[in-house]
């Protein structure tokens, strides 16, 4: 067949330019290291894993507990339209991602920084996003064993127990190889999604009066106690009374809002072990939209009708378990019994698969720290299933710090360290719209059209990167406001909530002053690496795909399960 011939030609034209253009990048890119053998990642993931992952990284405990407070504190309306805002800049965010990772796709943040913007931020942004994924993975494993608590106690299993057992599964996933890790986190976030997707579907009856107490509760909670509560601090017994109490309120969750779509950028990470990138991260980039539209503001608009921000059960809650979960005490107000370890044990899930992937994204985070020249060289070496093995032991290594919640005194140490790290995130989607204006700047001053020369262009460009930065930034300033309203001050929580961004400023001008990078210049900036490589593997996929179609209509086979996946169920999971 001719398409079979012109197949092979393109392999052996990849292969044959793939070969001198290594040779050129090892003499002048001090990074050309994750070109050789040994230090070489898989491109192993589908388009059905990084559309699932990117999903499955913002669906957590933070969706299922965190709204929780949040609703307490605000009120349904202010959360709707806050969860509405952050979903915004997370779009923005993903979507610049999205064209700058399809145009070349490298190993991680730092790496993108270093290439469109400057040295030191790549440096910067890196480490720190690294701290958050040194950490999380523990993080994820206490809440896990708090999780298990609900069904069996502390008293009579030692939670330290839990914590091993979970460390053992995650650790054996990510050890065998990125596409096992794929294939687990596609099925993990594949019953993420029935989850959500179910609980949605509950909320929606129970307030159109369909669950057994057949109450149509509408609107009830948006009038009495409102749509929009006034601030109140009961530790400090404050109160802001009128219109700027609910605009002090509004802010608070803004914040609350930003943690439950955090990890969502995660998903970035996994694009250098992606088969053609060109097809598979715009897919996955666009269905983003639709899931945060459904996920998020749907469940978010269904639980405000459901639950009051004054219920008994909602002010009383706490912790990571069931109890503390809004979608829970709307299934026990609507009098269905049973169904609270049924949420119990999807929360369970949510955990480990978050656990799972943070493990993952640490690894690699520091891989590309590696490549970058920022981290030591051997850590960017890998076994033959391109697993960047000494990575995974540094994951491991901090995911000890689990083991400290064991003991009560140490538990209270831990919970500042998580506070540390949870501006990271925020900082990270501020570098990733730095580096997506970069590149559209560049991208015009070179030449290049985005309408045309681009595989994938993000929508209301450019003045959506833009506002989406502003807003991020101006969360970044007042994550923990609330500490300087009322008496006493809690500078525990104000050092630890802030100590991020001076140590990220820290490191920026430490690492320019030291070894006295500037910003690229628009002309100067590299569009160019990679790019002709990228370019030939497109062509190489897009040739077995026409192959692959071709034969399906040569045997009579129009219809597949891989064309009934890209068609139907593609859209949902």
């Known amino acids: ?30 990074s050309g290291i994750q070109l050789s053998d040994g ?25 299922l507990i965190g709204t929780g407070s949040a609703l307490k504190a605000a009120g349904p309306g202010a959360i709707l339209v806050a969860y509405s805002t952050i979903g915004f800049c997370v779009f923005m965010v993903m979507s610049g991602l999205g064209e700058v990772a399809t145009f070349v796709p490298l190993n991680g943040f730092a790496n993108y920084c270093q290439r469109y913007v400057d040295d030191a931020l790549g440096f910067a942004c890196g480490y720190v996003y690294l701290f958050k994924y040194l950490v999380l993975p ?25 914590i091993t057992i979970f460390l053992v599964i995650i650790l054996a996933v990510n050890l065998l190889g990125v596409r096992f890790f794929g294939e687990i986190e596609f099925w993990l976030s594949t019953l993420k999604v029935l989850t959500c997707l179910g609980l949605i579907l509950l909320l929606w009856i129970i307030a159109l009066g369909g669950g057994p107490t057949h109450d149509r509760i509408g609107f009830r909670y948006w ?23 609910r605009f002090v309120a509004f802010v608070s969750v803004l914040v609350t809002a930003v943690f439950a ?15 053609n990138p060109r097809r598979s991260i715009p897919r996955a980039i666009k269905l983003t939209f639709y899931r945060i539209l459904v996920f998020y503001i749907l469940s978010i608009f269904w639980l405000g009708m459901c639950v009051s921000p004054k219920d008994p059960l909602l002010l009383s809650a706490s912790g990571n378990t069931a109890s503390a979960s809004p979608f829970v005490i709307a299934i026990k107000n609507a009098k269905i019994g049973g169904l609270d370890h049924v949420i119990n044990a999807c929360i369970l899930l949510f955990v480990l698969s978050a656990a799972n992937s943070d493990m993952y994204v640490c690894s690699r985070t520091v891989y590309s720290l590696a490549v970058a020249g920022y981290a030591p060289k051997f850590f960017t070496k890998t076994n033959k299933l391109g697993v960047p093995y000494y990575g995974i032991l540094l994951s491991f290594l901090f995911t000890l710090l689990a083991y400290m919640t064991v ?40 030449g290049i059209d985005r309408n045309k020369d681009l595989a994938y262009k993000s929508p209301l460009q450019p003045y959506g ?26 500078y525990k929580n104000f050092i630890t909530g802030y100590i991020v961004l001076p140590v990220f400023l820290i490191m920026y001008f430490g690492y320019k002053f030291w070894y006295k990078t500037s910003i690229i210049k628009l002309h100067e900036v590299d569009l160019e690496t990679y790019r002709d490589v990228v370019d030939a593997e497109f062509e190489k996929y897009e040739a077995e795909e026409a192959e692959k179609k071709a034969i399906r209509e040569a045997e009579g086979k129009r219809f597949d399960k891989e064309w009934f996946y890209d068609k139907c169920i593609g859209w949902i999971f």
């Not at 070489?40 to 969706?63: E, F, K, P, W, Y």
């Not at 009038?223 to 109490?245: H, Q, R, T, W």
């Not at 209270?412 to 998580?418: P, W």
């Open 1 to 30: 067949m001719d398409i079979e011939k012109d197949g092979i030609q393109l392999e052996q034209t990849l292969s044959r330019h793939t070969v001198d253009y290594d040779l050129y990048v090892e003499k002048s890119n001090p």
């Open 407 to 446: 003991s009560e005194g140490s538990a209270e140490v831990f919970t500042y360290f998580v506070n540390v790290v949870s501006l990271t995130g925020l900082i990270a989607w501020s570098c990733i719209l730095v580096i997506h204006i970069r590149f559209m700047q560049a991208c015009k001053a070179q």
């Open 138 to 162: 523990a993080n994820q494993l206490v809440a896990g064993s708090l999780t298990v608590q609900y069904w069996v106690s502390r008293d009579k299993l030692n939670p330290g127990v839990w």
């Open 223 to 245: 009038k009495d106690p409102g749509a929009f509560l006034k601030y109140a601090d009961s530790s400090k017994g404050l109160v802001i009374e009128g219109s700027k109490g």
């Open 261 to 275: 779509y955090l990890g969502t950028e995660l998903v970035g990470i996994t694009f250098s072990e992606t088969r």
């Open 39 to 63: 230090h070489q990642l898989r491109q192993a993931l589908d388009s059905r894993h990084v559309t699932m992952i990117a999903i499955g990284g913002a669906l957590g405990t933070g969706l």
């Open 465 to 490: 990167s833009y506002v989406a930065l502003a807003i991020c930034v101006l969360v970044i300033f007042i994550k923990n406001f609330t500490v300087f309203l009322g008496k006493p001050f809690t």
